[in-house]
């Protein structure tokens, strides 16, 4: 595995959850949320960063979170249709459906202020998403990384988050600005590009 150097942390700010770190980042920008499920931290970023834009990327074919039992997989696209009709018709959502870098790959470059990438969690998929979050991030964006750990203890699966998010850190020359904490350490780290 690649290992970050003091030059990718150096600026690193710690912070005891996602919704702190979230909250230091610019309001009234444009959002793309990747990996949507039912649309809960969507409702956040609309009730607390007010996007000018809000694209919701995902293939819309899962199951809700176990214990919440709110859709099947056949229902996962109606159910945030249905929670965003309003928004979706004031032409401040838009909801894309299909693989996340494809989707991704649709927008001008240098299109949104935020990306947040909570989508496949394998290594191949997590860093496609990342090649293609580069190329369409302002030069001043963030990207924030969800459940940056390498190991799902809970469904007892493997992630590649980590080793993509290093690589891609190391590779393409981009810094931590916040590592947000998670009690099950389902950790979220928001990337900043280094520019000098």
């Known amino acids: 595995m690649i290992e970050l150097s003091p030059r990718h942390t150096q600026n ?11 909250r230091e980042l610019p309001q009234k920008g ?11 931290l969507s409702q956040w970023f609309l009730n607390h960063k007010k996007p000018k834009e809000l694209h919701l990327i995902d293939v819309f074919y899962c199951d809700d979170f176990p214990g919440k039992n709110r859709f099947k997989k056949k229902q996962n696209l109606s159910f945030v249709k249905k929670r965003f009709e309003n928004q979706i018709s004031d032409d401040i959502v838009s909801l894309h459906q299909g693989y996340s870098w494809n989707m991704l790959s649709k927008f001008e470059d240098h299109y949104f202020d935020l990306i947040y990438i909570d989508a496949a969690h394998d290594y ?8 293609e979050s580069a190329k369409k991030i302002k030069l001043n964006g963030s990207i924030v990384m969800n459940d940056y750990i390498m ?25 931590f600005d916040y590592f947000a904490f998670h009690p099950n350490l389902f950790c979220d780290v928001i ?4 520019t000098n």
Request: glycine share 6%.
């Open 124 to 131: 191949d998929s997590v860093r496609r998403d990342l090649k």
């Open 151 to 175: 190991y799902d203890h809970l469904a007892k699966s493997a992630y590649g988050v980590v080793q993509a998010t290093n690589e891609f850190c190391v590779n393409e020359n981009w810094e």
């Open 12 to 22: 690193c700010k710690f912070v005891h959850s996602r919704y702190a770190a979230l």
């Open 30 to 40: 444009v959002i793309a949320e990747v990996g949507v499920l039912a649309g809960d």
């Open 191 to 194: 990337l900043k590009k280094i």
